[in-house]
């Protein structure tokens, strides 16, 4: 793929518009195949100053010729050398500890025996249909009965989590979050809602929150953030308050509730740990206005219903790669392939720097849908333009129809992160429906 | 202040270490599990405070002590006394209100005190009358020891005591009855009352008395100057009276499609227990672990699961601690863990190794290569001996098992521990093979 670089909607150097086939851009000349392809999976990773660990497995490592070990001295003596095995093992996945810059996150492969399995959280019970009552068949051998702790009493098949796919749908904003493929359990958390405004046209509110894996109990920090910032939302809106400034009293809000999380760490693991984080993205969508809210790299889109006007991305992530392409170090095409990309640089959690909450509001003058979303979606269509072509073109009808496709098509690129989108059409109605 | 409400059933607490996380493809999932339990707070074990009983119903012990009266035991005479001395020591270390008898073995059982086929009640009158009849001990004849465990347990069956244990001292070979004869009555015995066995002197066979011991569920040992005894009894008796519920088993729960590899105790000592599973109910089966007071043993549990992709998750087996009742269904002890598998991609998860783990098995290999050296310096291989036990040099030396690497050095002569080599010695003292032989079961605990 390297010779045929995937089809760029445009020049990574200059933001020149490419037709499909161009080898070097038409304005800048830049040699659009040097773009590397972006890796298969994006984790957030880490940036703490030293480079991080190649993700290649021990058997794809490049194999080389390591040179011959010069000897201490004259007398043919072979050098001293090491055996790992002389060196005694540190923590309990027999790691070094990682030394934890602060300021930046680790969201990569945490460390196995850093966090157990949670067990299905009962309050997230409400966000799903309540299965039938009565006993629960195991889903993988269909024979066994289902034990308290979620394995099947038959085959020991661990049953699907609450949160390993939920769905929800309102009148005007729908929402789904999947466990993805490759991870064990869903860290991704959204609330949506809609309300009144004082002047009783509705507003529809949109969270999204991603929980950081390399911290402690990521999943509960995601949950506690996107229902701290959808309450306040509800409580704001219909008080008159501007939606920007209550998207940003709910970040605010959402990060306290994070962390208070911190404080209810068991202690016993404490030096171990570190704090709940998760990032969040909100969206409010009024009859007039388009209010976005973030932190860290969760992502909100404008998807025009008129595919002609082109998409757009309404939020700047706190990403290394972001700050590499704002700082003009490195182009986006660079920048994202790289795989420090993912590491992020703001979030919420009681460790966060100054907590920065980013807000912007737009005025649409047509309509279209915001597709609110964790990179579990944007890792396999970044660009706004890619994300548009995934999007159903009825997307401003049948959102959770939408948002079911666009978690498809991150499992069908791979699923390698947990994944969540929410679909908002705008305008949102101006008679409001009050509160579904 | 006793703790009334207390009942003096320990609470048990069941750890598993692991990693759970396999490679695409892998079946094998390893786990430790350490089963602590803590007596009844204050209330302490069954015997500790019969104060709490009510009234009319005595602690809930037996103990049977066998001493060796074959005639080698005059050989010096000073094992005789020593044998002597350490029952008294072991009879004063009975705490009042607990069952006891004394009987002297030789080819033939003979109830020493306090006769009749009973058992007596521990006071100080009884204590005293007991140490009174060990004077009539005297040597000769040959040894049969089946003969005293089947003794020992038609006495102690004869109290309605939930605790049942025996103390045999021997200083020579079972010579007067069949191997077959000895494995006979252990099969009878076991499960019925847990047993220590102890070898005095250096003309015993280790293999015996560790057979004993394991079939009974209790400790060997080799206590090679006769002198030596009376610590050693009186320490026993206070292990015995510190036990607090009898014949608990270790329940391992497997789902369908799955086997089981292997389950042993890995610490304090190592003891297989595979084959000794009894079946309970579908897809479970007991291993007997016999009787706890406070204290922590460690298993290792080697399960088979099949095949899952990636992102699956299974559970590979449930572990619980159960009292199976002859009748009925088993009495839980509440604890449990859960040893589970995880398909990952993940090649640094899947990959890594359970410290815990790792430690045990090396462990194992520690007993298992000096049990092989030490037979194959027995047979005369030299070179087979030497790799044998210095492997095992290494593995103590890495795993900083003091005691071990101390016993080994009195067989061989270490040149360098890390790498293993070792010259074995020339001359040996007897009882130094077989003090390590006796022990090369005990493992140290993974340093925290």
Known sequence: MSQMPPALSKCPSCEEPLDSGDRFCGACGYDLSAVPAPPDDNPTITMNGTAPHPPYPPSAAPSVDWPIAPETDSSHRPAPVHVPSEIQGTDSAGHELPAHASGVRFDGPPHPDEYTLQAPDPRTADFVTTPSSGTKVCVACRAGQVDQDGYCENCGHAQPRERDHMEQELDAVSAVSDRGLRHHRNEDAFAISSTALPDGSSAVVAIVCDGVSSATRPDEASLAASRAANESLLEALPRGTHPQQAMHDAIIAASRAVNALAGAAPAEHAPHQNAPACTLVGAVVTPTLLIVGWVGDSRAYWVPVDRTSPAARLTEDDSWAAQMVAAGLMNEAEAYADERAHAITGWLGADAYELEPHTASFKPDRPGVVVVCTDGLWNYAEAAEELAQVTPLDAALRPLHSAQVLVGHALDGGGHDNVTVAVLPFPAPSMGAGSA | ?448
């Open chain 2, 1 to 448: 202040m006793a703790n009334f409400s207390k009942s003096n059933v320990p609470q048990f607490s069941v750890d598993v270490y692991q990693n759970e996380y396999l490679p695409e493809g892998g079946r094998e999932v390893n786990a430790i599990v350490t089963v602590t339990s803590t007596g009844g707070g204050t209330v302490g074990s069954a015997v500790a405070a019969p104060h709490l009983y009510t009234p009319g119903q005595g602690p809930d012990a037996a103990v049977a002590i066998m001493v060796d009266c074959s005639g080698s035991m005059d050989y010096p005479p000073t094992k005789m006394r020593g044998a002597r001395d350490a029952t008294a020591a072991a009879i004063d270390a009975v705490r009042d209100g607990v069952h006891f008898a004394v009987i002297g073995g030789t080819h033939v059982a003979k109830e020493v005190y306090p006769g009749g086929g009973q058992l007596a009640v521990a006071d100080a009158g009884t204590r005293e009358q007991a140490k009174q009849a060990l004077r009539k001990l005297s040597a000769g004849g040959g040894t049969a020891i089946g003969t005293w465990l089947r003794l020992a347990d038609r006495l102690l069956a004869s109290a309605d005591v939930t605790i049942r244990h025996g103390i045999v001292l021997t200083d020579g070979r079972n010579e007067h009855e069949s191997a077959e004869d000895l494995k006979a009555a252990l099969d009878a015995c076991a499960g019925r009352f847990t047993c220590d066995a102890r070898g005095v002197g250096t003309d015993w066979e280790v293999k015996e008395v560790t057979g004993i011991a394991s079939a009974l569920l209790g400790t060997a040992d080799i206590v090679a100057d006769p002198a030596g005894l009376s610590a050693d009894f009186t320490q026993m008796m206070e292990t015995a009276m510190g036990k607090e519920v009898a014949d608990v088993a270790l329940r391992l729960w497997t789902p369908v499609g799955t086997a089981i590899k292997f389950v042993k105790q890995v610490a304090p000592t190592v003891e297989e227990l595979t084959d000794r599973r009894t079946e309970a109910g579908p897809r479970a089966g007991d291993y007997p672990t016999g009787s706890w007071g406070d204290e922590s043993r460690d298993y290792h549990v080697c399960v088979e699961v099949p095949e899952a992709g990636i992102g699956q998750e299974m559970l590979a087996a449930r572990v619980s601690l159960v009292i199976p009742q002859p009748d009925g269904p088993a009495q839980p002890l509440g604890a449990q863990g859960l040893v589970r598998a995880v398909w990952t991609d993940d090649m640094a998860a899947s990959t890594s190794i359970n410290p815990q783990v790792a430690h045990y098995t090396g462990q194992a290999e520690l007993a298992q290569v000096i049990q092989q050296g030490l037979d194959a310096r027995k047979a005369g291989d030299v070179d087979g001996a030497t790799a044998k036990l210095g492997r095992a040099v290494q593995l103590a030396s890495v795993s900083g098992n003091a005691d071990t690497a101390k016993l080994l050095a009195k067989v061989v002569d270490v040149v360098d521990a890390p790498a293993g080599t070792v010259r074995l010695k020339a001359k040996v003292e007897e009882a130094d093979e077989m003090t390590l032989e006796t022990r090369s079961t005990k493992t140290v605990r993974v340093k925290k």
